[in-house]
């Protein structure tokens, strides 16, 4: 009897571990399509005219899918998952990883405020330069203003004292909120929290996570200087001309607001820093966090406004469908960046593509999105550029056709006064001379002035981000200047010589 109801016991405790193991089989299988994928972003790379791109899957510990897509350069060189690319502000969570572990080896404290490791650090409300604290840095709740830190990504600086004086031209800074009170996204939280790893670890930036976190994850093609990720393959980065991708080799590297989102990464390197976050900070038998660090990372801290959101510490927790998703994107001047952790389904995805346009690139950003709805067995979302970008982009490259059309009229105009025995009254003549001066005062200020501040930044990285804009918006400005100036005169000249009295 015993021995049957062994036999028993054992043959049903067979038949579980065979479901079991079924079940997880076929979970894998339709969990991860990877020709649909790869379909899907050969596709949408055709459609939309992207360069090169690389995409990298895990699952549980281990990467599943690794590829590379089009070209890393003008002269044809294949994107391969081994490639480096820019990954923009992906790299935020890399740097609060940094900051965690100095948490864990007591060298520094979430709530301790910024002047006990930076005694220097100031902005322009010296009260508040007192109690900044590092959380707030982390959670984007400082109240610096998100305009300085894009303003900074066109800061060529390669000095070693880059990420310093980055830190120390926000003495200037006025606040837009007291610290810890609300959520504003800023690259300047990230760059202060580079320099306090610098403080505290007496190392350089570079070379503290060149060595506690590339180096323990094996990542062998990931840098944080240019110059060497160019001698590793770097994939070129094209800027968008008129909707038409250029390669651009020489775009500036901000070295200042490296910690923010300068870090240059492969595919393949992505797959074990993805590992590491999904497996409670392991990678291979290698620790580069604790479980309870990593979980602190991963925690929906601030409420994002505007959306469902939250931000953690350097990553956002959102929701696809029911699905928990803690992401982060990054795009920098001619590169786009995204990546997932999806904990409940035990996956990963990140993607780099060598392209990006702020106007005119929502269909771009949202391609590795879709990837992951593809893996969830979730349809995916079409998106369209949104309607005030595409009205901006128009206006703006419409206004050099605008001032042809106004210098035509203004010539044509002072030669039918020349022809005419009917010259115009002085309130005409005022008029005349007013209304082109104010109109080209105008068009100028706002492409000068008003455009740069409505994307919160200067017009240096406006031409960086979106170069055919930029350049059209300095070029007219500058223009509308001069022949405001000169039109002006032209028709003051015209209008008060001698052969050509005014009327009364």
Do not use: C
């Not at 959101?309 to 927790?317: K, L, Q, S, T």
């Not at 003549?429 to 706002?446: E, F, K, M």
Request: charged share 15%; no cysteine; glycine share 8%.
């Amino acid at each position: 009897m015993i021995r049957k109801m062994i036999f028993i016991g054992l043959t049903i405790l067979v038949f579980i571990s065979y479901g079991l193991g079924v079940g997880q089989s076929f979970a894998k299988t339709e969990l991860i399509n990877f020709e649909e994928v790869d379909a899907y972003i050969s596709t949408m790379m055709e459609e939309l005219n992207i360069p090169g791109a690389a995409l990298v899957i895990v699952q549980g510990d281990q990467i599943v899918h690794l590829k590379g897509f089009g070209v890393a350069d003008a002269d044809g060189r294949q994107v391969t998952p081994q490639t480096p690319f820019f990954t923009g502000s992906t790299g935020k969570s890399i740097t609060a990883l940094a900051i965690m572990q100095l948490v864990e080896a007591g060298k520094i404290k979430l709530d301790a405020p910024v002047q006990t490791y930076l005694p220097w650090f100031r902005v322009a409300d010296v009260k508040a330069s007192e109690v900044f604290t590092l959380r707030q840095l982390l959670n984007m709740t400082s109240g610096i203003p998100r305009s300085i830190g894009q303003e900074q990504l066109s800061n060529t600086d390669l000095s070693d004292s880059a990420i310093e004086n980055n830190v120390r031209t926000l003495a200037e800074i006025e606040l837009i909120a007291i610290p810890g009170e609300r959520y504003e996204y800023s690259n300047a939280n990230y760059v202060t929290l580079g320099m306090i790893i610098q403080a505290v670890t007496g190392q350089s930036y570079e070379t503290y996570i060149q060595e506690h976190i590339f180096q323990p994850l094996d990542m062998q093609n990931s840098f944080a200087s240019k110059t060497e990720a160019q001698q590793a393959g770097l994939a070129v980065g094209y800027q968008k001309w008129f909707g038409i991708p250029i390669a651009s080799p020489n775009l500036p590297f901000a070295r200042g607001s490296l910690p923010a989102g300068q870090l240059i990464l492969s595919a393949e390197d992505f797959g074990h820093y993805l590992i590491a976050q999904l497996n409670e900070g392991n990678y291979q038998g290698v620790s580069v966090l604790s479980p309870e660090g990593i979980t602190k990372l991963h925690h929906p801290d601030v409420a994002m406004p505007g959306s469902a959101d939250y931000y953690a510490m350097g990553w956002e927790v959102q929701h696809f469908q029911d699905v928990e998703v803690v992401r982060h994107n990054g795009q920098v001047p001619g590169y786009t960046t995204d990546m997932f952790l999806v904990p409940q389904k035990n996956i990963a995805v990140a993607m780099v593509m060598n392209t990006f346009s702020p106007l005119l690139g929502v269909r771009e950003s949202s391609i590795p999105g879709n990837v992951l709805r593809i893996l969830l067995g979730q349809p995916t979302i079409s998106r369209t550029e949104f309607v005030q970008m595409r009205i901006i982009y128009a206006l703006v490259m419409s206004i050099p056709l605008l001032h042809t059309f106004a210098v035509l009229i203004m010539l044509r105009r002072i030669r039918f006064w020349r022809r005419s025995t009917q010259l115009p009254t002085r309130m005409q003549a005022t008029r005349y001379i007013a209304l082109p001066l104010i109109w080209n005062i105008t068009i100028a200020y706002v492409l000068l002035v008003t455009l740069p501040s409505a994307f919160e930044a200067n017009i240096s990285t406006v031409i960086l981000f979106q170069p055919d804009v930029g350049w059209v918006a300095v070029v007219s400005g500058a223009f509308a200047i001069v022949w405001g100036v000169v039109g002006t005169g032209i028709v003051i000249v015209g209008l008060y010589k001698d052969r050509f009295p005014m009327s009364k």
